[in-house]
């Protein structure tokens, strides 16, 4: 038929027979366009393949890139509550920040599913490799991925720490993320590091505070997104707009949204 699934769920983001992954910023749009099963990525997976992307040719590989993430408590979803007055079940968070005392916790510090989502989708990034099948990937390309969940209600940040194999710069790492991302009306490249009220309820990704050790072979790199919106609803909107033939950026706010700073 001519109906059109994006699913939100793990379920078929690692591109079951007749499914799509939908990042539209990194991966085909065209075949996103041509699809009817898109496969929403992760919200931290998101963020996570966002950063890395432009960075993948001159990533030291011997080493692994390492993602620490803190998400607002509505990433950890819900679980069931009290029936309300009328009998009906409700939900409640599983996180709360009463239960966090105010601070962070660190959670599925390893093998978590978003760690192996963006390893396995940006091994078919590398120069030498080819969208099409798990032959062409970079088997041995991999990251460490550490989530924690915090005291705020939405919204992403993550710091990235990658392994270079030559020396560069911090104004030649920031060159690679406007040459990648300077025309995608959803990303924002700043100079400083991103902060929680850049990025909760707004619809993009945002990154910068890119910072060069004085080796100059390890690079640190923040950013963030909105879990519940470039991590999942408005990159659903997105998908769902090129597969039907739509404009992508239909019904989305992005107005007015500051795209790079000065001396990008």
């Not at 939908?22 to 041509?34: D, F, T, V, W």
């Not at 004085?214 to 408005?234: F, M």
Request: charged share 20%; glycine share 12%.
């Amino acid at each position: 038929g001519k109906s059109v699934v994006v699913d939100l769920s793990a379920d078929y983001r690692f591109e079951g027979e007749g499914w799509t992954y939908g990042l539209p910023e990194l991966y085909s749009r065209e075949k996103i366009r041509q699809s009817k099963r898109i496969s929403n990525p992760g919200c931290y997976a998101t963020s996570t393949q966002m950063i890395l992307a432009p960075l993948l040719p001159y990533l030291d590989t011997s080493g692994s890139p390492t993602v620490f993430g803190m998400s607002g408590y509505s990433g950890a979803g819900t679980k069931a509550g009290q029936v309300d007055a009328d009998g009906r079940p409700t939900t409640v968070p599983k996180v709360t920040p009463q239960s966090l005392g105010g601070g962070v916790k660190p959670y599925s510090v390893t093998d978590h599913i978003h760690e192996r989502e963006a390893a396995f989708h940006l091994s078919h990034l590398f120069p030498d490799s080819k969208r099409e099948g798990d032959a062409n990937r970079n088997p041995s390309f991999g990251l460490a991925f550490t989530p924690n969940v915090a005291p705020w209600f939405s919204g992403i940040l993550s710091v990235c720490s990658a392994p270079l194999k030559d020396k560069m710069r911090a104004s030649e790492i920031k060159s690679l993320y406007t040459h990648k991302y300077g025309d995608e009306p959803l990303v924002a490249i700043q100079n400083e590091v991103v902060e929680l009220d850049q990025i909760e309820g707004k619809h993009g990704w945002r990154v910068g505070g890119i910072q060069v050790h004085s080796s100059g072979k390890r690079v640190v790199v923040t950013a963030g997104l909105d879990n519940l919106l470039k991590g999942a609803a408005t990159q659903c909107l997105q998908n769902l707009n090129l597969s039907l033939g739509l404009d992508e950026f239909a019904g989305i706010p992005v107005e007015g949204h500051d795209h790079t700073e000065d001396g990008a």
